[in-house]
Structure formats: C-alpha cells, structure tokens
C-alpha cells in the first residue's frame, strides 16, 4: 500500500476538544472518491520526541450532499523519555469557518513506529467542491511520567 501521496507537517500547542463520536468508515462504491493524504505533526520538548502521522481519507459527497472524512490507519514514533502504549489521535471537522467538531480515538493508540488500523470518520452535510471544509487531526502523544503532549495539524478538503 502506498502511504504518502502529501505530506502536510506542522508542530503546534495542545488544544481543548469536545465530545464526539466513533465507528468504521462507510465505503460505498456510489461514493466519488474525494481525495487521500498522510499528514504529519511532530512534538519536541525536552527528552520526549514524538511524530504522528495518519491517512485522512474522503470523498466528494454523495447524491445526498453528505462527505464522508475518516482517519484510515496512523503511525506513532515516540522516543527520549519512557513513553507508553496510550495516545489519543482525534479528528475535528470545520465547515466554511464555523465551529470545530470532534470525534476521539480510544485512549490506546500504540506508540511502536508501525501502521495500525484506525477508522474513525465523521459525515457532514457538504462537498469539498463547494464547501470550506478543514480536517484538523490531534495526536496525543503519551509520556509515562510526567504530561502527555500534543500537537495538531490541518488540511483543507
């Protein structure tokens, strides 16, 4: 499988999320495909480094209007200071510059430098054709001991 088409990085602050839901990401064959790209978000503050990245996947929207975006597979690659196995990786949707809603992982992504199944997806009522529509991706990294740390990054559908 090829896994990096576009590579978007960016390191940020930690930001509040709100609630929101999971499941596995419906693929319809009806679905005209959207786009894919593997975008990136790295920590570095003192010994603990990490990097996140994660395959965001959506369509064009099907006969109803609705877009279907989804977080395919991540991979986290943690070093420095003792890290664990409980990283939290969420996906926030904007449309044309309104609110940002959330939807949250499990609080058990591994941190092991390999490729794990995610699929998390959330549908919206809008095209990415005519719509302003932002994905914002939030990795969580877990440190041990001490704070876990986070970073985010954005892409315009």
Not at 96 to 124: V, Y
Request: aromatic content about 8%.
């Amino acid at each position: 499988m090829q896994h990096f088409r576009r590579v978007v990085t960016l390191a940020a602050a930690a930001a509040m999320v709100t609630p929101g839901l999971m499941g596995a990401a419906p693929t319809p064959a009806s679905y005209p495909r959207g786009g894919d790209v593997v975008v990136t978000c790295t920590y570095t503050g003192g010994l603990f480094h990490a990097t996140g990245e994660v395959h965001l996947v959506w369509n064009g929207s099907d006969a109803s209007g609705k877009t279907t975006v989804s977080l395919e597979e991540y991979r986290i690659t943690a070093g420095g200071a003792p890290f664990g196995d409980q990283a939290n990786i969420d996906l926030g949707l904007s449309q044309n510059g309104g609110a940002t809603r959330w939807i949250h992982s499990p609080d058990s992504m591994k941190q092991d430098g390999q490729w794990h199944s995610l699929g998390i997806w959330q549908d919206l009522s809008a095209s990415p054709s005519i719509d302003d529509l932002v994905a914002t991706v939030e990795f969580t990294f877990d440190e041990s001991v001490g704070y876990d740390h986070s970073c985010s990054v954005s892409h315009r559908l």
